[in-house]
Structures are given as structure tokens and as C-alpha cells.
């Protein structure tokens, strides 16, 4: 498993100080009366893959949503606090949320490819914000998608065949390939390996490795082996709260929080 | 009496059940390897004493009449009966029997009183033998089935196989009389080609069916080319659809995407509502106020028409449909995963661009079932087409003419003063088959785009 010593043995360099890509403040989420997350405060780096860790319900996925705004689409959520990107607040009166989800990608838990082909689930991204001037400029970006979504050599004969009929690990390529079609300088992904085997997840695992040198990555997972392996920064979360954060290699051999310590030795979770 | 024997039979099954799940029971308490549940051994006896009983009555129902007329037409003296033809022998027979009920109009001869006494005592008979024979058969039917329960005996593999077999008895009979009424359809049509060539019927344009019933009436000739009613058909139902299939989706499309909860709670019993109003109602509200409204319109701007019109019919028809279309469009658009339309949100999709590209795509099977569904009505719909847009058949194009439609032609020929083998009588059997295969052929071309277009997810 090179993955493994490789994500392992790199985040020296990044080290240095740059300013965040996102940045929470204060951040709450209510779900009706309900609240499910209060006052988070959490930097995203740029160009690190940052993954939030926590038993089930303690808001991770919430948290993440509340980045591109995906929370917008459920009627009684609401949010409090800031949540800035490139110094602006994402939930300010003036900002166009299409613009902020085509600069804040996502890939969620279960693959979900649109019922269209393969060509045009990469494409409708593109094709949305009019990105390309030409057949033969969207061409390039699908196929450079699907490259670097490590999947373009499984489908190059049957581009025009529905998404729906690829295997589950294929699936979520195709879905990550979707979300990176559309030059996002975030992407956010939920559990995205959470279906697949070990060999497709190692797929995914090298896959987010390599985009991290384009992309700013937030990845939520219930593995704390793939947190290790993938992320140079860990956040852990616990019944809507923000318990500790740190470099990934810190936190996992040297938690500050009792909590921490528990869930990361199995005790909680 | 038949209802009391119903009664009795399903008192019976009653009993039966408890008998077989009591068994059941205790075959459970002896023995933990029993093989079905009380509940089946008591469904198993059940079945077998209730169905039998009543075949038998219903059977029994159907077959008793002409016996006991065959008997008691025998019972006659000769001197009645002997060289009588079919005709006069079922009159008799219908004076006996009016004689039996109590309803006598002038003294009857001995012999028909006569009769009619038997004839009762006959029925009678045959009523008791009747619930007889039903106690009978479930009494034998319940100690058989008792008898054959035991801890193994597979009492739900016989229950299982006894609901196949009404599942499939049900579907057959669903078929059946499908391929009876397109038998009925046309056998008559048939007559009627044998009358009226059928190119002339198919190719005529010139629809006028007004014709001598007797020979003494004076009439047109009558002619019966189906062009111009089959044009008044589609241009009433394809204004009907222009007006129902836009607004009807778009209001599952607003429901759905864009409304709130409380608007939702509004608006969807409203549109229930006017899927419940009977066509009647459509039909003067049309004649009532909306023709007078688009004639004054119509004036107001120098357009002269007529007081029916096309219009007026096909667009209060529309109104009619919009529900049918919503509803099921609604269901299609809800029934597509939340995952699609998060997935194109958070590509960052517009809502409008979501409808559009994932939405629709996705749900256009259950849009085409609610668009064809709406388009049968249109295309059968009556009441407001004689009400608003008239009898005439006219060969137009022409919205503001008054134009009439396949179903109100079938109506004005079958009402009123008919023969049953007149060209004109039969004409509305042929319409009724021309109808259907019009019908046919716009579903098979509808299931074809939907094939082409669909998107499918699972
Ligand atoms: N749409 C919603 N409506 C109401 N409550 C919600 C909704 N989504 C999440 N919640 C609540 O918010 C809390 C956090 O949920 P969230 O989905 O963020 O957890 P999570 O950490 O992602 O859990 P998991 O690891 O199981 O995915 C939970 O208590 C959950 O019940
Ligand atoms: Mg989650």
C-alpha cells in the first residue's frame, strides 16, 4: 500500500503558513428547534485535505453541508456564525450560492450519477456555467476529468453508455470526475468510500491524494485509518461540537482531549 | 333468499376458519414441527367450504330459471302449447309469471292459473333445494378438509395456491372483457362496413347521418364520412391539451420545487377538488359563462363566431384535465431521488436548470401517464363538447367554429328513435372502433417516446 507511506511521510512541507481557503466562525446549525452544531470554529488549509472525524450524529456531514450551502436545501435548517471563503462570508445577502457550489464542489456518501450518460454526467458542470466555448474544448475536459478521476481507461469505449450502469466504486469516480469537471477550488466529499471494497477505496484514497495538489480537500469518514492516510489536518467532532483539530499526525498519536482519545482508541463512537 | 344463503355461507367460512385454526392451534401446542400457522389452517378449511358453496349457488342462480320455465311450459295442456312458435310460448310464459307475481290485468284461464301455481311451488322448490344443497356441500367440504389437517400438512402451500388462483381468475376475467368489448366493437362495425364501404367511411368528409329511420319518413340519404368528426375530436382535444399540459405542469413543477409547505397544504386539495367536479358542471359553466365571455371578446375586437365554438369546449375541457396532469406529474417529479436533484444542486445547478436537465428527464414516464390519461378524457369526454361546442360536423380547422366530436356523434345515435340494424345505429359502433384504435395508436406512440427520452435511475 504506497498510499499509506506516502500520505504518511509528506505534510512537512506544507507546514509553512498560508491563509485559509475556508474558514468557519461561531458556526451553529439548528434543525428546527433542534440544534446540531454550536459554535465551530475551523480553518480549512488550502491545499490539504482536512477530514472531520466523529461518531455517528455528532455533525459532521451538517458541518460540511453548511460549507457550499447545501443546507439551504432543507427548509427549517438554519445557520448561524460565519463561514468565510477567500475572505467573504459565504452566507452574506450578495453572494450568488450557484457561484459559491461551482467554487465548492461536492461528492456525496452514495453515489448518485444522473441518469445520463457518462460523457454528459462529466459534462453537465461544464456545461452549466459555460465553461467551454467548444465541443472540442469539453471533450478535453472530460476526459482530463475522468483521467484524473482514474476511471477514464474503464470507460473510453462506452462514454455515450448511462452512469447508472457502472459498478459502485466506478460510480463514485465518475461522481468525484463530475465534481472536479467544474475546476472547484474546494471539494467536499462525505464519506465518499463508505460503499466501496478496499481496493476501489485505496483507488480513491491515492485519487484524493493527487487532487490535493489542486484542490483544497474536506472529507468526512468514519475510518480513522483513511483520516490518518489521507489528511494533513483532522477536526473531531462530538455531539455538535468541535472537541479538537491539529495536524493529522498530532492528533492521532497525541490527543490533547480525553474524548479524542477515546475515539480514536475505540472506547466512544 | 339468495341473500340469506350468501349470509349462511359466510357464516359457515366463519365457523370453518375458527374449526381450522382451534386445529391448528393445537396441533402448534403438541408439536413445535407443525408446518403452517393456525392462520393457515384456519384460511385452508375456510376456502375450502366458502368457495365451492358459492359456485354452487351462483351456478345454481343462473342455471334455475330455465328449468323451471322449460317445466313448467311442459306442464301446459297440449292444446296451448302444440305449433306455437318461440315468440308466443315466451308470451305465455310471461303471463304465468305475471299472474305468479300478482299482477293480473284481466281474469286468466284456468290453465295459465294453473300454471302459475306450479310455478310457484316450483321456485319454491328450488329455492330450499338450493340452500340445501349449499349447507350440504359446505358440511361434507368442512369434515373433508378437517380431516386432512394434521401437524406437516401444508396448509399455507394450499392457502398460497388458492391466492394465485383468484389473482389470476381476476386478471383473466380483466381481459376477458376487454377482448369481449372489442369482439362486440367489432362485429358490429363489421355490419356496418357491410352497409357503408369503408373507404367511404374513412376517407368521406361529409358527416350526416340524418336518415330515414322508417320508409315512410323523409330524410336525407345520410352520409358517413368520419373525417370531419375525427378532426372535431383532435382539434377540441389538442386545445384541451395546450391548455391543460402547460398549466398542469407547471403547477407540479411549482409544487414541487418551489412552493412551501403551506402552499402545498393549500393548493393540492384545491386541484383535488376540481378533479371532482362532475363534467356537467364544466359543461354549462362553459355554455353559461365562458361562451358568452369569449363571443363578447371576440365581438369587442371585430372577430364574429359562432355561440359554440371549439374553443370554448377545448379549453374548459383543459381546465377539466389540468388536475389529472398535475397530480400524476407531482408524484413522478417527488418519486425521483433527492440524491439527483442534491447532486445537481451541489454542482451548482440552478433549481430551473435542475428541473430542466435532471428532473424532467427522470420523471417523464409518470408526466407521459398523466399527459395520455388527461388526453383520453379529452378524447372522450362528451358532456361539455354537446353542451359548448355542438352537433354539427363541420371540416374546419378553424378554433372559433363550431365543430362535434367522435363521443357526442356515438350519443345522438344511439338516443331517441332507433333500429337496431339501420346504417346510422350500427355507424356509432364503427365510430366507437375508430375511436379505440385512434386511442391505441397514440399510446403506443407515446410509450415509444417515453422508451426514447426516459432517463432511467435506480
Ligand atoms: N435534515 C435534517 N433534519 C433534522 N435533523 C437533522 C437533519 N440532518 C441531520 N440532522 C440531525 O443533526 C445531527 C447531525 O447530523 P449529521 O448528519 O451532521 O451527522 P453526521 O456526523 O454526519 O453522522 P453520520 O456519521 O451518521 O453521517 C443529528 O442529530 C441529526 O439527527
Ligand atoms: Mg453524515
Known sequence: ?269 | MFGYLILTILVFTLVAYFVGQTAGRSFALADRQTHSLPGYHGAFVAVWVGIPALVLALLWVALQQPVIDRLVIGSLPGALTSGATPAQLSLILSEIKNVAAGQIFAEPSPDVKAAADLYVRWQDIARWAMFAAAVALMLLALVIARSKLAPRFRARTGVERFITGMIIFCSVVAILTTVGIIASLVYESLEFFRRVPLHEFVFGTRWEPQMAIREDQVAGAGAFGVIPVFTGTLLIASIAMLVAVPIGLFTAIYLVEYANENVRRVVKPVLEVLAGIPSVVYGFFAVLTVAPAVRAAGGAIGIVMSPNSALVAGGVMGIMIIPFISSLSDDALKAVPRTMRDGSLAMGATRAETMIKVLLPAAIPGIMGGVLLGLSRAIGETMIVVMAAGLIATLTFNPLDSVTTVTVQIVTMLVGDTAFDSPKTLAAFALGLMLFLVTLTLNVIALRIVQKFREQYD
Open chain 1, 1 to 269: 500500500m504506497n498510499v499509506m507511506q506516502q500520505a504518511t511521510t509528506s505534510p512537512i512541507e506544507i507546514r509553512t503558513p498560508k491563509m485559509p481557503a475556508m474558514e468557519g466562525r461561531a458556526v451553529s446549525v439548528f434543525y428546527g428547534q433542534k440544534q446540531a452544531l454550536y459554535d465551530v470554529s475551523l480553518a480549512i488549509e488550502r491545499n490539504q485535505v482536512t477530514s472531520l472525524i466523529g461518531p455517528s450524529g455528532c455533525g459532521k456531514s451538517t458541518f460540511l453541508r453548511c460549507l457550499n450551502r447545501m443546507n439551504d436545501t432543507i427548509d427549517i435548517c438554519r445557520v448561524t456564525g460565519e463561514i468565510r471563503l477567500d475572505d467573504e462570508d459565504i452566507y452574506n445577502r450578495d453572494i450568488d450560492v450557484v457561484e459559491l457550489r461551482a467554487r465548492v464542489g461536492m461528492v456525496f456518501q452514495k453515489p448518485n450519477p444522473f441518469p445520463k450518460s457518462i460523457y454528459e454526467n462529466v459534462a453537465y458542470g461544464p456545461r452549466i456555467h459555460g465553461l467551454t466555448r467548444s465541443k472540442i474544448e469539453l471533450d478535453e475536459i472530460v476526459t482530463s476529468s475522468l483521467r484524473r478521476a482514474g476511471l477514464f481507461d474503464e470507460v473510453k469505449d462506452r462514454l455515450n453508455e448511462p452512469g447508472t450502469g457502472l459498478s459502485g466504486g466506478q460510480q463514485q469516480r465518475l461522481c468525484i470526475a463530475r465534481a472536479i469537471a467544474t475546476r472547484p477550488e474546494v471539494l467536499l466529499m462525505d464519506e465518499p468510500c463508505s460503499a466501496l471494497d478496499p481496493i476501489a477505496t485505496a483507488v480513491i484514497e491515492e485519487l484524493i491524494d493527487e487532487l490535493r495538489e489542486n484542490f483544497t480537500i474536506v472529507i468526512v469518514t468514519h475510518s480513522m485509518q483513511q483520516a490518518a492516510r489521507v489528511s494533513q489536518k483532522t477536526a473531531f467532532f462530538h455531539l455538535g461540537k468541535l472537541i479538537e483539530e491539529g495536524h493529522t499526525s498530532d492528533l492521532f498519536t497525541n490527543p490533547k482531549n480525553k474524548q479524542t482519545q477515546d475515539y480514536i482508541t475505540g472506547r466512544i463512537g
